[in-house]
């Protein structure tokens, strides 16, 4: 089976500093990988790089077999990649509704599409505040409202940046609720995270970055046997 | 007397309450953390101790002296230093010349407007500097730190006011682990020798566990618990509304 | 006063009003989405209204109806809309992560491009439009005749805003824009395509300029004029509304509108003086207007100087420059004085501002307001006090610092582009006094007969005083920027809550150095005056305005010879081109744009960044 997304020797620079040093993982459909590492380790950049959103330079960068280096950013959304910042960026001024409106895209491939009814079923308190406004929301909302209004494209897989950071740490469990869904769902999953415990909860397979390189790959089983690798990479 | 005394603080943004009669008191020396979710207020507290914002009812006051509607640099002459969420150094200029502007300030130099800056309060600002480990990147510009150190430089230029209470919004953000910890120990032994409270926000549980003397939890802007860390990790209405179960976040020893 | 006279003048009010709100909308909405506050908003404008006074005569020549005229409003509005596309896919859509400061002179840059360009096509005769068919009978009211298509016009205002607000709320592209104009690249993330939201936005604003203008020709001849002077009224109306915001436009323009009205009774001459009183009085109390939200400034754009370490080197360059400058007499000709002492007067002047826009990151688009009062300060001492040359030179020093001082009072509590606004607005101020007032300052004419004294009229002793003079109050703003208070702006500049929580009162330290540049750019105006034996409104023009500004992006904004180098490259050119072709507004606004584009350190940052790359 070809991989859904493909990276294979990515790197990126900010101004003269390099932080990507030959990325290479890859996602496979209806999986959940989880890119963990330290603040500062460029997993943030690695999402933001096949999102196009920094410029990268890459050997092979391809979604559902087709590259996606060089594509404009909302051309890569097109193709059925989600993406949902670590800041989240809902849109303030923005109703609940009038948010999933923004994120709304055709229906692409076999599978049902999203719309309000099954986001509502996933996220049952979206649905009471839908004429709210995104500025009017707690962070672990926004959380949701953001992931959702992803979903609105009907993504074949979402990039998912450090969902558990900032919100109380009781939310974190929905999140990973909510992952294990998209999951259901067969929507792929890549998540950054630093919480290895959340990522270890949800994640199939997990890749270790440390200064811009991967450091590990495998399976997240592998990954927790390895306390060695726990230590130095993350220092717990 | 209390270092820092808050009473019953509240402000509101058309209508959202971002702190509803908040009271606490800092002492001297103690490292108070204040946690809470994401838009639980605790920017809005942290921001009106700082003098950024004006509070619709309750009072600050600093060794019994009220400074509910100073200024935020009448606050930097009674004592009160702070460092940002993003850490705010002057971009433009050296390492050593982001101190020495602190101190420029302190001496009530602004106005002067003939000798060089850079020539002024050099020594005192290399030694705020080592005290923090950063004296040897002195000449450096600003722009070209790692954010880590930029912190550190954050954390001399707060100290070059000679603060009784030091403000510390999120001190650790975007830092590595080890970084992190280092940050904090820093903070504490220049807290214990130099008897200055230290108020900070904090989301890394490791970070508020490990380095707090007392924590604050702060839900939908009321506090729902104080005390020490074992006592807020023992609270059934912390570990429900914000810790949950704990083993699934890194928190967990 | 009787009643009837009263709600004449309403409804003329309410009409004006209409006309601006639909040109202001589309400012508005442009600002919105793009963040680039579009200075040649008021050319489209003018396009509009060029192209519907040619057009809808001759569709009335085919068939003469009301479905002709209104047909030829409709597309000449499309027209325009159409250039507006050309515009954002040619220029607006490579700056848009630009430094405002670049923004606003690209886009002046279209306007001086755009008025070479109007004269081409049209000619430079203004153009009366046909009166609407069906609408040329005035209607009576209250015993009054009130011409009723300017009842068609109360009427449109209403009208745009409706379409506009269903636009925004019920339609995806509505939806779209508004989460845009909050987070362009989240939209990008989302899959949608962006450059076409923009363009599509750029079209809308560019429509409605050019409706605006279109609406206009029965009432006021298309002239070329109109691109300035609306441009001002749209600025104000959008800053009073609160930038980015429909519903602010429509009620700055109702306020506008009839204070216009009414002022004209009160101050015959003075409704623009009126207008942007009105402006000053609700920022200073709103500094963000009726309905907008406070700025939230991305840090990246902070542009200035920064710290370097002093070398010999550019000590001993200095003074070889200063050499060369002081043996000039006694190489050149008479001419070459001329322009090597115009070239000193606006160096100074270009430098007065950087200690503003380099040093203290506030981008003043008004500094001609300081230049001009001390050309006038000078000029007023000597028509009608009789003073000597020794004594106008410092008036118009004290007559800028006392300008600034009551501007930066002002000023100095906005930010960003509300800060923008508000010094332009003061120099437009300035310049109707200059242009209204005509019992003291000659009005449009202005004040002539100001000579120097017998001992400095020699060309050569002349270009020796300012010399001295340009050289003296550079080596001071050299120091000033340097000693701490020159530290404590940019501090300010760098991060204003950091500046702050360090004990350093920004505004205080910002309405000094306001002080401070405006004497210095004042001292350079006082100088112009005298080398020219003149003075008149154009000294306080948005243009001089432009030019201090040019010359300092030219030169470069990160260093401190960058405004001496650009005043002096810019100067020469333009003594050069200006001579041999007619269309000198066409090369220097194509120059600045370029410059926007292509070369945005300047030419001392560029020299400085190869060396520095190399190194």
């Known amino acids: 089976m070809s991989p859904l997304l493909d990276v294979h020797e990515l790197s990126a620079s900010y101004g003269r500093a390099q932080v990507l040093f030959d990325i290479s993982l890859q996602v496979q459909p209806g999986e959940v990988v989880a890119l963990i590492g330290r603040n500062g380790a460029g997993k943030t950049t690695t999402l933001k790089a096949i999102m196009g959103l920094v410029s990268a330079r890459a050997d092979r960068l391809t979604f559902k077999g087709q590259s996606i280096v060089g594509r404009p950013t909302y051309g890569i959304a097109r193709l059925g990649l989600g993406y949902v910042p670590e800041d989240r960026r809902i849109f303030t001024d923005l109703t609940v509704a009038e948010n999933l409106e923004v994120g709304r895209q055709a229906q692409r491939g076999g599978r049902s599409p999203w719309d309000l009814t099954r986001l509502f079923a996933l996220f049952p308190n979206l649905a009471e505040m839908r004429g709210r406004r995104g500025g009017h929301m707690s962070g672990g909302e926004q959380q949701m409202l953001a992931i959702a209004r992803t979903l609105m494209g009907n993504p074949e897989a979402i990039l998912l940046d450090e969902p558990s950071e900032g919100i109380a740490p009781v939310i974190v469990q929905t999140m990973a609720q909510a992952v294990r869904a998209m999951k259901a769902e067969g929507v792929a999953v890549l998540l950054s995270e630093q919480n290895w415990a959340f990522a270890a909860a949800i994640a199939d397979r997990t890749c270790v970055i440390e200064r811009g390189s991967v450091r590990f790959q495998g399976t997240t089983a592998d990954f927790l046997k390895d306390e060695a690798l726990r230590t130095e990479t993350l220092g717990v | 007397m209390s270092l820092l005394s808050v009473q019953a603080l509240s402000k509101a943004f058309g209508g959202v309450v971002a702190a509803r009669n908040v009271s606490f008191q800092v002492e001297r020396g103690e490292m108070l953390a204040l946690i809470g979710p994401n838009g639980a207020g605790k920017s809005t507290v942290f921001n009106m101790i700082g003098g950024q914002l004006r509070p619709d009812g309750g009072s600050v006051s600093l060794n019994d002296k009220a400074i509910t509607l100073a200024s935020p640099g009448e606050r930097f002459r009674l004592g009160i230093g702070r460092t940002f969420q993003v850490a705010q150094a002057f971009q433009s200029m050296t390492v050593g010349e982001n101190v020495q502007m602190a101190l420029i300030s302190r001496s009530g130099e602004n106005h002067s407007a003939w000798t060089p800056a850079r020539d002024r309060h050099r020594a005192e600002a290399r030694d705020l500097l080592e005290l923090v480990g950063m004296h040897e990147a002195f000449e450096r510009p600003c722009s070209e730190l790692a954010y880590g150190d930029v912190k550190r430089v954050e954390l001399a230029v707060a100290l070059a006011g000679d603060p009784r209470l030091l403000l510390m919004d999120e001190p650790t953000a975007g830092m590595a682990l080890r970084e992190r910890a280092a940050l904090m120990e820093l903070t504490h032994s220049i807290a214990t020798s130099r008897g200055i409270g230290v108020l900070f926000t904090e989301h890394d549980m490791d970070v508020v566990f490990g380095h707090a003397s007392r924590i604050l939890v702060l839900l939908r802007g009321e506090i729902i618990a104080t005390g020490t860390p074992a006592e807020v990790r023992g609270n059934a209405r912390v570990r429900q509304a914000y810790l949950g179960d704990l083993p699934l976040t890194a928190a967990a020893p | ?615």
């Not at chain 3, 000449?76 to 670049?102: D, K, N, Q, T």
């Not at chain 3, 008479?334 to 160096?347: G, N, P, Q, S």
């Not at chain 3, 500094?367 to 009608?384: C, K, T």
């Open chain 3, 1 to 615: 006063m009787d009643l009837s006279f009263v709600a004449i003048q309403a409804l003329s009010g309410l009409a004006s009003a209409s006309s601006l709100f639909i040109t202001a909308c589309g400012l508005t909405l442009v600002f919105g989405v793009t963040r680039i506050v579009n200075f040649a908003h008021g050319s489209l404008y003018m396009v509009g209204a060029f192209t519907a006074a040619t057009l809808v005569p001759w569709l009335l020549e085919f068939s003469f109806g009301p479905v002709s005229f209104w047909a030829g409003i409709l597309l000449s509005a499309m027209i325009v809309g159409l250039l507006g596309v050309v515009i954002e896919v040619l220029l607006l859509r490579r700056i848009y992560g630009a430094p405002e400061l670049f923004q606003l002179l690209a886009t002046f840059g279209v306007v001086l491009v755009l008025q070479d360009l109007v004269v081409q096509v049209f000619g430079p005769q203004d153009i009366l439009g046909p009166r609407a068919p069906g609408l040329r009978a005035p209607v009576e009211i209250l015993g009054r005749r009130f011409p009723s298509y300017e009842l068609v016009l109360i009427a449109a205002g209403p009208v745009v805003l409706g379409a506009v607000w269903w636009l925004l709320r019920r339609t995806r592209f509505g939806i779209l824009v508004r989460a845009a104009t909050q987070d362009r690249d989240m939209v990008a993330a989302l899959g949608v395509n962006q450059a076409l939201l923009f363009t599509g936005t750029l079209f809308l604003g560019a429509f409605l300029a050019g409706l605006g203008g279109a609406l206009q020709i029965p009432r006021v001849a298309a002239n070329t004029g109109m691109d300035l002077s609306i441009i001002a009224e749209c600025f104000v109306v959008t800053v009073v509304g609160g930038m980015g915001s429909v519903p602010g436009a429509f009620l700055a323009a109702l306020i506008i509108g009839q204070l216009q009205a009414f002022g004209i009774l009160i101050f015959p001459k003075s409704t623009l003086i009126v207008v942007f009183l009105l402006m000053a009085l609700v920022l200073a109390v709103r500094p963000s207007g009726f309905f907008g939200r406070p700025e939230i400034l991305a840090s990246g754009h902070a542009v200035g100087i920064v710290s370097r370490r002093p070398t010999p080197y550019g000590r001993m360059l200095a003074a070889i420059v200063l050499a060369c400058l002081a043996a000039l007499p006694l190489l050149g000709d008479a001419y070459l004085l001329k322009v090597a002492t115009e070239i000193l007067v606006f160096a100074l002047f270009a430098f007065s501002l950087q200690l503003l826009i380099g040093v203290g990151g506030l981008v003043s688009f008004g500094h001609a307001a300081f230049f001009g009062l001390g050309a006038y300060g000078s000029a007023l001492a000597v028509r009608w006090l009789g003073a000597p040359m020794e004594a106008a030179l410092p008036a118009g020093l004290v007559l800028s610092g006392l300008g600034a001082a009551l501007i930066g009072a002002f000023v100095v509590r906005l930010s960003g582009i509300y800060l923008a606004m508000m010094t332009l607005a003061a120099a437009q101020i300035l310049y109707a006094v200059a242009f209204q007032w005509v019992e003291v300052t000659g009005g449009d004419n202005g004040i002539v007969g100001i000579w120097p004294s017998a001992w400095a009229a020699p060309r050569d002793a002349y270009y020796w005083l300012t010399l001295i003079l340009t050289a003296a109050t550079v080596f001071v703003l050299t120091r000033v920027i340097d000693s701490p208070f020159g530290y404590t702006l940019r501090a300010a500049r760098d991060s204003e809550s950091r500046a702050e929580a360090i004990g350093i009162a920004v505004r205080q330290q910002r309405w000094l150095a306001f002080v401070l540049a405006g004497a210095a750019a004042g001292i350079a105006g006082s100088l112009y005056a005298f080398s020219r034996g003149s003075v008149d409104p154009s000294l306080l023009g948005i243009p001089t305005s432009v030019d201090a500004l040019t010359m300092l992006l030219l030169g470069g904004i990160q260093t401190i010879a960058g405004p001496l180098v650009g005043s002096a490259v810019l100067h020469t050119m333009r003594d050069q081109v200006m001579p041999v072709t007619a269309l000198w507004r066409l090369v220097l606004g194509s120059s600045i744009i370029a410059m926007v584009l292509i070369f945005p350190r300047g030419l001392v940052g560029t020299i400085r960044y190869w060396r520095e790359d190399r190194a």
